[in-house]
């Protein structure tokens, strides 16, 4: 078969909101893909996913948008087509850091399961004004045991934490947060896919 | 030996696009392309579809038509074998015909339309086809350096079915005399450029209603199933 040549990938530039995540800016329009990864009468004990975008100055970053997805609680990623009326487990999420007055994001989710073996992670896309192709990073959990995952092994050990998710109870509720620095000495691990 | 004309992607830093700077992983990604095969991203159903969600001249009237010019957009979405992919979610945003974006923070001098968002989605049907229905987007102004201007685009965003497929890209119209002083566009290699402008379709078009353009997407990756 012959190989054809990909499309290019240009920025998301800084005025997808009205069209991507437009509910969340307080657009007149739909959202199909939303701030929380599960519908409202889905079971399992929520938790939320925080963090910021920092820019290579140390800027938190106002126009960013993050998309995450994920596994269910039993290592199952959704292959059912969603449809308005049978969303329960989405494992599908996306944010834009302009939502907030401070940038912030906040996905509300339940834990994925393991999967293949692999401890629970969210893989994360993340797009930008000034970034010409999307980037894909993982999330995991600092409340388990990562230590035997061959991706973050295959990584440099001084490199490894920015990959883990901080644990925190705020007013009963666990929170993880994930911070992704665009450079510097924190500078998030990013993945050719 | 890697052919170097599937190079077509932008580098991350491309300084001349200022906002890249700050904004750009200064370390190289990690090789984990092994790693990370075959994982899902969501597929959607029609019901999850508006109406009009794909015809961008009616989904947001208010007391009349939106102005400018009607023009139909249209193509396939296919893996990197040309397999047509079906039940794919495109996006897509642009500016009115006067190059004025409705977000919030857009600046420019120049009218919004009240029957006019700029915003749409559809899925590609089973044959990987998707047909939008929008107004031509006037150019824009923008602050990256003195003068600079954006060519007419549209932005798309494409949620294949696998992690490697997301897309998120912007569509030219033919012959846009900017082409040469856009960085953004620029960006691209210049053998790959070509592959971001639509083709003017004639038999695409409908009479007396509306001129069509062509722009197929190719995704990254081969799909997990064979088309059937």
């Known amino acids: 078969m012959k190989k054809l040549r990909q499309t290019p990938s240009q920025t998301v530039g800084p005025f997808f909101a009205y069209g991507l995540t437009a509910r969340q800016y307080g657009y007149d329009y739909s959202s199909i893909i939303d701030a929380s990864l599960v519908s409202d009468d889905l079971e399992g004990d929520r938790i939320y996913i925080t963090g910021h975008v920092f820019d290579g100055a140390g800027t938190v970053i106002p126009d960013a948008m993050v998309e995450l997805c994920q596994a269910d609680g039993q290592g199952r990623y959704r292959i059912v087509p969603i449809q308005q009326k049978n969303a329960g487990f989405i494992g599908f999420g996306r944010w834009g850091t302009g939502t907030t007055s401070d940038h912030c994001f906040r996905f509300t989710t339940i834990k994925p399961g393991s999967v293949a073996g692999q401890p629970p992670h969210i893989n994360v896309i993340l797009f930008m004004r000034g970034s010409l192709r999307h980037l894909y990073t993982r999330l995991y959990f600092s409340d388990e045991t990562n230590d035997t995952d061959a991706l973050l092994n295959s990584i440099d050990a001084t490199r490894r934490q920015t990959l883990i998710a901080k644990r925190k109870e705020v007013n009963s509720t666990v929170e993880y947060h994930f911070d992704i620095y665009m450079q510097g000495e924190r500078e998030t691990v990013f993945f050719d896919v | ?228």
């Open chain 2, 1 to 228: 030996m890697e052919d170097l004309n599937f190079n077509v992607h932008p580098p991350h830093l491309y300084p001349p696009y200022k906002s890249t700077i700050l904004r750009s992983p200064t370390k190289p990604l990690m090789p984990v392309k092994e790693l990370l095969k075959d994982l899902s991203l969501p597929v959607f159903g029609e019901s999850v579809i508006g109406k009009f969600d794909n015809d961008l001249t009616k989904n947001a009237r208010r007391n009349g038509e939106p102005i400018g010019e009607r023009i139909k957009v249209s193509g396939v979405v296919m893996d990197e074998y040309g397999r047509l992919l079906p039940n794919i979610l495109v996006e897509i945003w642009q500016a009115n015909s006067a190059g004025r974006y409705i977000h919030k923070a857009e600046i420019h001098d120049a009218p919004l339309d009240p029957n006019f968002l700029g915003a749409g989605r559809m899925l590609t049907d089973r044959d990987g086809k998707y047909t939008f229905y929008t107004i031509k987007p006037g150019a824009y102004p923008w602050g990256n350096h003195f003068n600079a201007w954006r060519p007419n685009h549209i932005h798309f965003s494409v949620i294949g079915h696998q992690l490697e497929h997301r897309l998120v890209t912007q569509m030219y119209f033919p012959g846009d005399p900017l082409f040469d002083f856009d960085p953004i566009f620029q960006s691209v290699p210049k053998p790959a450029r070509e592959l971001l402008i639509a083709k003017f379709n004639m038999d695409w078009t409908d009479p007396e209603f509306a001129l069509a353009y062509e722009f197929n997407l190719v995704l990254n990756g081969k799909s997990k199933t064979p088309f059937e």
